[in-house]
């Protein structure tokens, strides 16, 4: 069964901080993974995407992480700050079908001061 | 500006009333789709469309109906709303859903059904 699953579901770092969310997946066959980032009361954006064949890619302060032999990703935020406070979202999306896209449930980051 | 647009943003409304939320693009996407929102159950699909006439079932359609009779447009209909149906609904427009494209999400519409 497709499933995507993420941890921890909340998070709360002060400002400044590092942290690491994590998304595991056990889709397949497996085309490229999506991190979004969903501020309170708007619509989810891309941070970044990860293709089999790329193991670390960085957008400012983010860093994602592939391994796609563990099924694992990862997003890594470096000195955190208050507007970082947000939901992020792990998608992942398959070669076949019309409509291949999985969705993880996301985790809920806040950070304080 | 390349943008999803919904509305209304927010509406309360009553058990049974018919009510259509708009969704228009101006990005010339293929694909659009549907989400609601729930605390902890994140995302989960409604209606999809690859193209113009073209729409399926996502994870959740029971009570919703779709069209798509224009490109740009997407419109979503609840016929008999009922309280279970209170949720944050997006919808979102990308190119060919095929290649794992971004999506472009409006900014929500927040229903409450009494």
């Known amino acids: 069964k497709n499933q995507v699953e993420q941890s921890p579901q909340s998070l709360i770092i002060l400002e400044g901080k590092n942290c690491t969310l994590q998304?595991?997946?056990?889709?397949?066959?497996?085309?490229?993974l999506r991190w979004y980032k969903q501020d309170t009361g708007r619509g989810p954006v891309s941070l970044t995407i990860?293709?089999?064949?790329?193991n670390t890619k960085s957008n400012g302060r983010y860093t994602a992480t592939l391994d796609a032999d563990t099924k694992q990703s990862s997003l890594h935020i470096t000195a955190s700050q208050l507007s970082d406070s947000a939901s992020y979202i792990c998608?992942?999306?398959?070669?076949?079908?019309?409509?291949?896209?999985?969705f993880g449930t996301g985790t809920r980051l806040t950070v304080i001061p | 500006e390349a943008q999803v647009t919904q509305n209304p943003r927010y509406l309360i409304t009553v058990t049974g009333k018919k009510l259509t939320v708009t969704c228009s693009q101006n990005?010339?996407?293929?694909?659009m789709s549907w989400y609601r929102q729930d605390p902890g159950l994140g995302l989960r699909q409604i209606y999809y469309?690859?193209?113009?006439?073209?729409?399926d079932k996502g994870d959740v359609p029971e009570g919703y109906k779709v069209s798509r009779k224009e490109k740009r447009n997407f419109p979503l209909i609840l016929e008999s709303p009922s309280p279970n149906q209170t949720s944050l609904y997006f919808c979102?427009?990308?190119?060919?859903?095929?290649?794992?494209?971004?999506?472009?999400f409006g900014p929500g519409t927040r229903l409450t059904v009494l």
């Open positions: 990005m010339n996407h293929e694909y």
């Open positions: 998608v992942v999306s398959v070669l076949t079908g019309a409509n291949n896209l999985f």
């Open positions: 998304c595991n997946y056990t889709v397949s066959p497996f085309s490229n």
């Open positions: 469309s690859m193209n113009v006439e073209v729409t």
């Open positions: 990860m293709t089999f064949s790329e």
């Open positions: 979102a427009s990308s190119p060919p859903a095929g290649h794992g494209n971004e999506q472009f």
